[in-house]
């Protein structure tokens, strides 16, 4: 008999309540955007920049969609752990949790002082960590995990990146846990792997990009939509039997 597969359609998301962590701009503000194209009612967090999150926002809601920005330090548990809960108070449950927020300090080890050593890791690795245990008290059957990972996990291409680089295969390997923990209550759980991509931290035109750039093999940096569309599809119906998986967005940087 033929496999009975998920019918595909245009907002595959639709009804799916979403939240996605440092998404004011950036990747995660291509993310916000394309979750609610999808259909996805999309609450985004920021820390630091409430324009640029007032516009996400405004974005979404003149193309039709529902949207919300709430300001949350993802490295403060207390802010991350309520601007979660806001979510699940607001829209009933989550469904989908995209761990997007970051930070990269750029310094060899011997060189990197101790208090930005720690802040990279309450933003990314603890601030990961509290979001998906909160959003997973409110997220049931069908639910979706996606981390944001960075391709230097698989191809350390640069010095002066090895906190961060420690920081996102923190965040790989707990995935991969998670993925059997949570895969018997019918939740995913996977990351994206993004290779350069043109964003406030690693611009196409910046320093980094002129040493990388020849070494991406279909010769540009990535675009937020890039990375959007693989965290759509992970988020998508499509993708319910892709679990604890790396996926590598990154235009051949690692191969």
């Known amino acids: 008999m033929p496999t009975k597969h998920q019918p595909i359609t245009p907002q595959p ?17 291509a993310i916000a955007r394309r979750l609610a194209a999808d259909g996805a009612t999309v609450a985004i967090t920021y820390h630091a920049s409430p324009d640029k999150a007032d516009d996400v926002v405004r974005s979404i809601e003149a193309a039709g969609g529902r949207a919300l920005a709430i300001r949350a330090d993802a490295g403060d548990p207390a802010a991350v752990r309520a601007a979660v809960g806001r979510v699940a108070d607001a ?18 080890v011997d060189g990197i002082g101790f208090d930005d050593f720690q802040r990279i890791l309450a933003v990314n690795v603890t601030g990961v960590f509290v979001a998906t245990q909160e959003a997973l008290r ?78 991406i ?28 998986a790396e996926l590598l967005v990154d235009g051949g940087f690692a191969a």
Do not use: C, W
């Open 217 to 244: 093999a279909v010769q540009r940096y990535g675009r937020g939509a890039d990375i959007a569309d693989a965290v759509a599809y992970l988020a998508s119906p499509q993708a319910s039997f892709v679990n604890g």
């Open 13 to 29: 998301l639709a009804g799916k309540i979403a939240v996605v962590t440092g998404a004011s701009r950036g990747i995660g503000a």
């Open 91 to 108: 829209f009933g449950r989550i469904d989908i949790l995209v761990n997007n927020a970051g930070i990269s300090v750029m310094a060899p």
């Open 138 to 215: 409110h997220m049931g059957e069908g639910g979706r995990i996606i981390q944001i990972g960075s391709s230097m996990t698989q191809y350390a291409a640069f010095a002066t990146a090895s906190a961060y680089t420690l920081s996102k295969g923190a965040v790989a390997g707990f995935t991969r846990g998670l993925a059997r923990d949570v895969g018997p209550r019918g939740i995913t759980a996977n990351t994206v792997h993004p290779g350069p991509t043109d964003s406030d931290m690693n611009p196409a035109d910046g320093p980094v990009a002129a040493a990388i750039g020849p070494q």
